[in-house]
């Protein structure tokens, strides 16, 4: 859903860099070959994300659901020399695609993409994190925070998609299906814990951007 009128939506795009020409052919791909294209970060968040990635220059980066590998690859523009983007996704059909991107936009060497569920694949992570996205299954956004928070430095930020939740966060909408109070969970669980900082920016679906105390 998208929360700001379209002529605004239209003006903040045009203001905005565009995308790449690989990013544009993986979004069009994306839209063409695969479920739920909506899923993908798109032009706005994904130079969102390549802007704070610039301002971290993070040396780690671990991404929880890469789906087609848009967002892993805006993260990645920003990297500081030597750094790395672990990105994790379950679904295995979705790996040539990404693979194939990863190599097109030239960070083949830079984003280590690992099968797998996050819930087991997170806790092997070993480094230290300067930047951490969260973007798969709603559910277990709560697990996935409490999986990532000790291995972030302090400092160092998590940003989490989707807890607008396309509106469905705000009272009249609530008609609480499971995902929607699995978002209000996570939401609260970040605005009362003393450990970070957070500001809800609403770009796109809802970007709940937290720094480590
Ligand atoms: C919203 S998409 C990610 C979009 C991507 N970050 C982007 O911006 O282009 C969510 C992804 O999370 C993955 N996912 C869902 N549950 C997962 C789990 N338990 N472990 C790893 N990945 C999971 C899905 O397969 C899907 O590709």
């Known amino acids: 859903m998208d929360f700001l009128p379209v002529d605004i939506q239209k003006y903040v795009e045009a203001h905005t860099d565009p995308e790449s020409n690989t990013l ?29 990635s610039h301002m971290i220059r993070p040396k780690s980066v671990l991404e929880i659901g890469t789906y087609t590998g848009y967002s892993a690859i805006c993260m990645a523009e920003g990297l500081a020399e030597g750094g790395k983007v672990i990105t994790i996704d379950v679904n295995e059909e979705l790996e040539s695609l990404a693979r194939g991107y990863f190599e097109k936009a030239g960070f083949s060497e830079q984003i280590d993409y690992r099968i797998g569920n996050a819930l087991d694949l997170v806790p092997e992570v070993s480094e230290t994190l300067d930047l951490v996205f ?53 939401n609260r669980l970040v605005q009362e814990d003393g450990r970070v900082e957070n500001v809800l920016l609403p770009i796109r679906d809802g970007l709940m951007t937290i720094r480590k105390k």
Not at 136 to 164: C, M, S
Not at 173 to 182: R, V
Request: zero cysteines.
């Open 134 to 186: 969260i973007d798969a299954d709603k559910k277990n956004y709560i697990n996935y925070y409490n999986l990532v928070i000790d291995k972030v430095r302090p400092g160092g930020f998590i940003i989490a998609d989707n807890v607008l939740w396309s509106g469905k966060v705000v009272a009249e909408l609530k008609k609480t299906d499971k995902e929607t109070q699995a978002i209000l969970d996570f």
């Open 24 to 52: 544009s052919d993986l979004n069009r791909d994306t839209h063409r070959k695969v479920l739920k294209p909506r899923m993908l970060s798109g032009h706005l968040q994904g130079r969102a994300l390549s802007m704070i």
